[in-house]
């Protein structure tokens, strides 16, 4: 009978917390959850872990595993429970805030505070690697003490464990920050930490992926803004986000007067909104924007593209009547649909709901923009799961998790329902009665942060971008300068008044290594130009990622090219290019 995965890797973290315990009796034992795909557990240590020691824990583990000892459950009392831990102030702190029964599991000797489940015995736990070591406050905390966490993950079968493992070293081989930097797309500086320079190349594909956006859009009827990057502490204050996102604003003051850099664009739109008078007759009104923004994030949580201090969000707010609601959603779906097919990225959706405290507006409010959002889901066929409490501060959202190439979760898109910021913002329309009406408002954002979008489909396509959105599209390779070099630059030129990113190698070196380099840079199409390309008009080509070369006429391959960026087509694979 086959293990469950999330219950084998917790079961793991007690095993190792075990053999910590063994070896480092001074430690002291924060958190031990399960994740997607492993493990991990805070730890305070006296000294800092290297490698070395997590090869000392895991070969502890095996030594305690092998001793097959039943995970046996307990249900304690608090002053029991408080007797157990008295030694660890991170377990007294949790058992004080547990209301209800307080279970504790063992194995042997050890046991944990723990609410389960487990698996039977440590002998089935033998397929297991601890992988790194980070810090992490307590509780997520900054103002609390940092903590060690040791990072691992743990399969039933060995092979499981292998082609895990395989996978990690693929993950690290696409890390964006690595092909950022050989393919010149983007540099990090410490004169700006967290705020990202655009190269040349990494301009050229956000271009690209920006130009789609605004076509898409435009399609759907939506009507592109741009609106100021500070605006004044009053504006915050009514939309809330003062007492919300104070801590993360960048603030200034002018003529003695407080202003914030804008963390979100919504306000900009309702101001944009509020400029004239509309009728219900012009509802749905979609206005959208690439706005950059800047939140402040501590400095340990900087990671390339994928956290940063200044981002740009492909924001869209809508202004709906209460009947258009299920409708403009619906859309809004077919158009994220549309966008992430361009990308080969499937997608599952999360609803999240109200916060428990911190959020605005009445609980009836929250419950209808729910219920709302539920059969909208329902009655478009899309699944989704309930994701509580996790919900703007302002309404419940639908969140879109992406998964790219190597199963790895993305949190990207969102359409966010709010009845708040309209009642706020005294936000209106003419109804047909001829009276004020309240809109209801929709904040939307597919690919959610330009900038970590490009770092996940960096990663997701490996830096080969498909040709449409590819820095360079073309390298033309003449076999000898003295004989193809006019012919060369002919066809390069050609290409080139018909808008394709085209690029001449006209360079010393040998045929093989000029070959080889744009393989490397991953330039989608290469073209070599001999005796019987000149004498033919034709073009000897070879496709990213495939030995084979193909000939054909010049004219047949811009007409192939053109018609695969026209159309968005994603990447061949490569056993179809060969």
Not at 152 to 169: F, H
Not at 479 to 502: M, P, T, W
Request: some cysteine; glycine content about 6%; aromatic content about 10%.
């Amino acid at each position: 009978m086959s293990v469950d995965r999330n219950t084998l890797n917790h079961s793991t973290s007690h095993l190792m917390a075990e053999a910590i315990m063994h070896l480092y009796p001074e430690a002291k034992l924060g958190f031990g959850p399960a994740i997607e795909d492993g493990f991990y557990y805070d730890v305070d240590l006296p000294f800092t872990l290297n490698e070395e020691n997590l090869r000392e824990i895991e070969k502890e583990m095996h030594k305690i595993a092998a001793k097959n000892m039943p995970f046996v459950r307990k249900e304690v009392s608090k002053e029991e429970a408080l007797k157990l831990f008295a030694n660890n102030p991170y377990k007294l702190e949790l058992i004080e805030g547990i209301e209800g029964p307080i279970t504790i599991y063992s194995q042997g000797e050890f046991y944990d505070l723990c609410a389960g489940p487990h698996i039977e015995r440590t002998g089935k736990i033998q397929h297991f690697k601890l992988l790194s070591i980070a810090g992490a406050y307590w509780r997520g905390n900054s103002k609390n003490k940092q903590l060690q966490r040791i990072y691992g993950t743990s399969w039933e079968r060995k092979d499981e464990l292998d082609n895990y493992l395989k996978l990690l070293e693929e993950r690290k081989a696409r890390d964006h920050r690595k092909l950022g930097k050989e393919l010149n797309l983007f540099m990090l500086s410490d004169y700006g930490p967290g705020f990202p320079f655009w190269l040349p190349n990494g301009m050229t594909l956000r271009t690209q992926i920006e130009n789609m956006w605004k076509e898409v859009h435009q399609k759907y009827d939506y009507l592109l803004i741009d609106t100021p990057i500070m605006l004044s502490k009053e504006l915050w204050i009514t939309s809330g986000h003062w007492d919300h996102y104070k801590d993360n604003m960048y603030t200034t003051k002018i003529d003695d007067n407080e202003f914030a850099i804008k963390p979100m664009n919504c306000p900009g739109a309702i101001l944009c909104y509020k400029n004239g008078l509309h009728s219900y007759r012009e509802l749905p009104l979609r206005y959208a924007e690439l706005g950059h923004v800047h939140r402040y994030e501590a400095s340990g949580a900087l990671n390339g593209l994928f956290r940063v201090r200044s981002f740009t969000q492909d924001d869209a707010h809508t202004f709906v009547r209460p009947d258009q609601i299920a409708s403009e959603i619906k859309s809004i779906l077919k158009l994220y649909d549309e966008i992430y097919s361009m990308f080969g990225l499937n997608y599952n959706i999360e609803l999240s709901t109200r916060p428990e405290e911190g959020y605005i507006g009445s609980i009836d409010i929250w419950n209808e923009s729910e219920r709302i959002l539920k059969e909208i889901c329902i009655n478009s066929g899309k699944e989704f799961k309930i994701n509580p409490g996790d919900g703007a501060f302002y309404g419940p959202k639908l969140d879109f998790k992406v998964k790219d190439c190597m199963n790895r979760v993305w949190q990207c898109g969102t359409i966010q329902l709010d009845m708040n910021l309209p009642e706020r913002f005294d936000v209106s329309y003419i109804d047909e009665k001829g009276e004020k009406a309240r809109p209801v408002m929709i904040h939307r954002a597919c690919l959610g942060s330009i900038e970590r979008f490009i770092g996940i489909i960096i990663e997701h396509f490996a830096g080969a971008f498909p040709l449409w959105m590819a820095p360079e599209q073309i390298r033309v390779l003449p076999v000898n300068n003295a004989f193809h070099l006019d012919k060369s630059n002919e066809i390069v030129n050609k290409l080139k008044q018909l808008g394709i990113r085209a690029s001449l190698d006209a360079s010393e070196d040998k045929l093989g290594y000029r070959l080889r380099n744009a393989q490397v840079n991953k330039v989608p199409y290469t073209l070599v130009i001999g005796d019987n390309e000149v004498a033919n008009n034709t073009v000897t080509y070879r496709h990213f990622g495939s030995r084979k070369q193909i000939t054909v006429t010049v004219d047949e391959f811009i007409e192939m090219i053109t018609k695969e960026i026209k159309n968005r087509e994603l990447p061949k694979k490569e056993e179809e290019a060969k």
